[in-house]
């Protein structure tokens, strides 16, 4: 339909370029409109009064645009309009054809049908004339797509087997591989299920350097009618042994809104927690909230696992895994205590309990006597608090129960604010009669550590009962989970003995996260409060009567001694070692390159470049090589490597940094490569990806019932071998219609004003 | 006909009710002193039990065990943690008894004359129970074979299976304050009158302990001594200063143990 009306095809018009091959001037057109449309109008508006009154309203503007429009594309003819375009010459291009063979491609759900393998209809369709089509004025190369590109005699016996599609690295290595040849155009046939993200500006680049046009035909269904599938989980790769951990499970579904199903973690076979979810709306995002044990310490392989619905499509994209590094070590805490207090006796026994934490004390009993508990040889805390970084950066965190700010020289108040900010390890302020504004520590150097606006003076501390209460905040928290379900956990909060208790700490700094509050009389006050500050992290918990829950709870009830050991490991776990190691991506996915990062520090946690660094990887089948980190330039401290792993499965890493012979730290990173398994999901057609893809570099994305044109308006493109050829406009059948019906159109409004 | 039906009926029921009165223990908890409603840290607490002398002859309430020495004893010994340690102390004691949970508002509790308590069911359970939980008990003031056995038969109660151990030198216990390696038997105020350390046949002090699982101390024991006389009678100028001295250290290292472990 188009072509009748203008001559020629929809291609000519986005690819060539409008030229006016009369021999005049340009401005001499646009000088002859102006003065045509403006005579025209002085014409009109000089017989207006003599005009019969309707025609002197807004008809006579009505009549003076149609013939306005009308001289003006007369003048535009007069000057003999044209296109010209580029036009690939026949048999002297290449077309390459690449086809898609990778696993999802294998789904049956295309064809006429809608039962096709979308592979088996690639290669019909291709087939059904197009590739002969093609093969009349152009060589045709066909390629198959997977991890790379395959050059394949024929398309027939193509199987969809390939473990992974990599469009990015398959056109990237076909603009390599085929420089010097007169490739015209490019014809991909893919569901556009990339597995590595997209395409990038690189090879979009190299594309359009070389204007190679890439044509793309989408298979498959763009909606699953019945599928639920993960899309990310959002897990800590490293836990301490036995911790609640928390993971966040984002999903969504087609066809099963309002349907319930399991969302089950799973260690092997061994089920961690379970959580009954109800679907939301088909095509909306949903993410849910589960907690679970870490364990005993080694690497885990956690699956995140949404039970199969009935009927489902594809039931192979309902889980994921991720690995989880559970360490045994024990995180050591400095508990200051300045006074002998129950509070301090019953965190000590929650900790007692706890493999994963030990609490170094110091308490004072006397004016002038210390007690120390939990020290690993008598020399330990022998001069009271530190007065040096190394000796007090040892510790993964600090607690400062009643003590006064002023117990502290300047120098430890100033290694306080380093052990957080420098060091990354956490602290925890507790209430007591010494504690915060009583203990001046609103007035201190440190007061930037405390997560709230303490009250100014004093007297904030008050032995009267309080009950403690969630925040919503809490509610998602996993130092405040004392039992899986979340609102029972709220229920659980609230049900908790009162504390014997409470200190006022005033208001949250912003950026501050309140995660339980506590009723005192008619007075709601923050009772724990949470902060990042530099490196690490800060809190307070308002109170030192929390003992009352151990003390009034009956025998062998956990919380008291759960809710502590939750909150020490949230002020140890995170403190990052002299070494530390990460990676961008822990999950490669069917691709083994691995970049690996490390940021050395020395005992005081000041950066080391001078260190020698060396990454020991144990791969799967016992395969092993070190790798030598080398220093990143510009990033002082900072080590990098890359590497490839070369077969699928875990890999652990252990990096370790030297100075001369002094072994400065180490630290472990562990991921794994996975093959095939992200052909599972993303399996519906990728349109948005292929139609991008064709927009950017000058192709169009095919729909099935254009397929017949390909053959011919693929040869429109500027690649290979082409020749420019200039299309005259004024004989196109849209033109002279557009004169008639400018000129009829004038008569029958002037017949229907009655102005004839 | 009908006065002497009545007058049958009545001696029938004050028969009954002597009976049941006298086959009930003790259950007096004797002087009553007004305690204070301070508010602090840590509150001295006295165990106070039912006596099973009851039938045996010391009085229908009139001699409660528990109260021995009480609140001297308990008001000088406060004088001198406030004084001595940074605990906040209470500057009076508290009565605590196992009828009801409030014992769990005070993790530490001091009991005299244990070779007299006796528990039903209920409060050995509620005693276990606060054990376990975190409460630490110190037991003083009993001595001899006789009242360690008498002793024994309320603590199995609680604990049937919980061995008592000696208690070393090298025990934290006595060093979490003070270093207490030369301890030494602590008599009452009647070594003033007999010159003796001892009461009955209980010639050698002997410092013993229960554990919990984790090996914590949950029950000091302090037998044949009288640390609470030692502190009733430390302003008394006829009473050894060492003894009192003794007593006081041992008492202030017993409730910094409590509140550490």
């Known amino acids: 339909m188009f072509e009748f009306f203008f001559k020629y095809p929809w291609p000519v018009f986005t690819k060539g370029k409008l030229v006016l091959l009369g021999s005049w001037p340009v401005w001499v057109l646009l000088l002859l409109i102006v003065v045509s449309v403006a005579g025209l109008g002085w014409l009109i508006w000089r017989s207006l009064p003599e005009a019969a009154p309707k025609m002197q309203t807004w008809r006579a503007g009505v009549v003076w645009a149609l013939q306005s429009l009308l001289v003006t594309l007369v003048l535009v003819l007069l000057w003999q309009p044209a296109i010209t375009v580029a036009q690939l010459k026949s048999q002297q291009n290449m077309i390459a054809v690449l086809v898609d063979d990778s696993r999802s491609m294998a789904i049956a759900d295309s064809g006429r049908d809608g039962k096709t393998a979308r592979e088996t209809a690639a290669v019909q369709t291709l087939n059904a004339g197009i590739l002969s089509g093609l093969q009349k004025r152009f060589q045709t190369r066909v390629y198959r797509l997977d991890g790379g590109i395959t050059r394949v005699g024929s398309v027939d016996g193509m199987q969809a087997t390939a473990a992974a599609t990599h469009i990015n690295d398959g056109l990237k290595q076909f603009a390599a591989e085929t420089a010097d040849l007169p490739v015209g155009a490019v014809v991909l046939l893919s569901d556009g299920s990339d597995n590595t993200g997209g395409i990038d500006v690189e090879t979009i680049g190299a594309l359009r350097n070389r204007r190679l046009p890439v044509h793309t035909i989408g298979f498959g269904k763009e909606r699953a009618l019945r599928d639920v599938e993960v899309d990310e989980v959002s897990v800590a790769s490293r836990a301490l042994a036995d911790s609640r951990m928390k993971a966040t499970v984002s999903f969504e579904q087609r066809g099963y809104a309002g349907g319930k199903t399991t969302l089950v973690v799973k260690d092997g076979d061994k089920a961690l927690a379970s959580k009954e979810v109800t679907l939301d709306a088909d095509g909306v995002v949903q993410t849910e909230t589960v907690f679970f044990n870490a364990g005993t310490a080694g690497v885990k392989r956690v699956q995140f696992l949404l039970q199969p619905m009935a009927s489902e499509e594809n039931i192979a994209n309902n889980a994921t895994t991720r690995l989880v590094s559970v360490s045994g070590d024990k995180r050591r805490i400095l508990y200051v205590e300045g006074e002998p207090r129950w509070e301090y006796k019953f965190i000590r026994r929650a900790a007692d309990d706890d493999h994963s934490v030990q609490i170094v004390s110091m308490l004072r009993t006397t004016e002038n006597k210390i007690y120390r508990q939990g020290i690993s040889d008598p020399s330990e805390l022998a001069d009271g608090f530190p007065v040096k970084a190394e000796d007090l950066f040892k510790y993964d965190g600090i607690i400062i129960g009643s003590v006064e700010a002023g117990y502290f020289t300047p120098r430890q108040q100033e290694l306080l604010r380093e052990f957080v900010d420098k060091r990354g390890g956490g602290l925890l302020f507790l209430g007591g009669r010494f504690s915060l504004a009583d203990g001046g520590w609103g007035a201190s150097s440190d007061s930037e550590l405390i997560p709230t606006f303490l009250p100014n003076g004093k007297n904030t501390f008050h032995r009267d009962p309080a009950t403690a209460q969630l925040t919503p905040a809490g509610t998602e928290s996993t130092v405040t989970r004392l039992v899986d379900d979340s609102a029972k956990n709220v229920e659980r909060w609230k049900k908790l003995p009162y504390m014997m208790d409470y200190q006022e700490a005033g208001n949250p700094k912003p950026g501050a996260t309140v995660l339980a509050e506590m009723n005192a009389g008619r007075a709601r006050l923050p009772l724990l409060v949470t902060q990042n500050y530099g490196r690490g992290r800060t809190a307070l918990m308002a109170t030192s009567g929390t003992w009352r829950w151990q003390m009034s709870q009956a025998l062998g009830d956990p919380t008291h001694d759960m809710f502590w050991q939750q909150l020490l490991r949230w002020v140890a776990a995170d403190s990052p070692g002299p070494v530390q190691a990460s990676m961008p991506v822990l999950r490669l996915m069917d691709d083994g390159h691995a970049r690996l990062t490390a940021m050395v520090r020395d005992k005081e946690y000041t950066v080391a470049p001078d260190a020698k660094v060396v990454a020991h990887v144990n791969g799967p089948e016992g395969g092993s090589a070190m790798v030598d980190m080398a220093p990143v330039p510009n990033d002082p401290g900072s080590f990098q490597a890359e590497w490839t792993a070369e077969k699928p499965g875990s890999y652990l890493v252990e990096v370790t940094a030297t100075r001369g012979s002094n072994e400065l730290g180490r630290d472990v990173v562990t991921f794994e490569r996975t093959d095939g398994v992200a052909e599972n999901f993303r399996t519906e057609q990728n349109r948005e990806l292929l139609e991008k893809l064709s927009s950017q570099t000058g192709g169009k994305y095919w729909k099935a019932e254009e397929l017949a044109r390909l053959p011919k308006e693929i040869s429109y493109s500027e690649a290979g071998i082409s020749v420019r050829d200039t299309k005259e406009l004024w004989d196109m059948p849209i033109v002279f219609l557009l004169l008639l019906g400018l000129m009829a159109g004038e008569w029958m409004l002037r017949r229907k004003w009655g102005v004839i | ?261």
């Open chain 2, 1 to 261: 006909m009908k006065l002497l039906q009545a007058a049958i009926f009545s001696v029938i029921a004050a028969v009954f009710c002597v009976s049941v009165s006298a086959y009930q223990r003790t259950a007096d908890w004797g002087y009553q002193p007004e305690q204070s409603n301070v508010k602090a840290e840590f509150a001295w607490s006295r165990l106070a039990y039912n006596s099973n002398l009851g039938y045996s002859g010391y009085g229908y309430g009139r001699w409660a065990t528990w109260s021995r020495d009480y609140p001297k004893a308990d008001r000088q010994f406060l004088i001198a943690l406030n004084r001595l340690t940074r605990i906040q102390g209470r500057p009076t004691e508290q009565v605590v008894n196992l009828d009801s949970d409030d014992i769990f508002n005070y993790p530490w509790v001091y009991a005299v004359q244990v070779q007299t308590w006796s528990f039903t069911d209920e409060e050995a359970k509620r005693l276990r129970e606060y054990l376990l939980k975190g409460g630490f008990l110190m037991v003083d003031d009993f001595h001899g074979t006789a009242d360690w056995e008498n002793f024994m038969n309320g603590m199995r109660q609680v604990f049937p299976n919980r061995p008592v151990e000696d208690l070393q030198n090298s025990d934290e216990i006595f060093h979490v304050l003070y270093d207490m390696d030369d301890r030494f038997q602590v008599p009452g105020e009647q070594y003033i009158r007999t010159g003796r350390t001892y009461e009955k046949d209980g010639y050698v002090a002997k410092w013993r302990a229960i554990r919990d699982d984790h090996g914590r101390i949950v029950v000091a024991i302090c037998h044949n001594m009288h640390l609470g006389d030692a502190w009733e009678w430390a302003d008394d100028p006829e009473y050894p200063e060492q003894f009192a001295s003794m007593a006081f250290r041992v008492g202030l290292n017993y409730i910094m143990y409590g509140m550490t472990h």
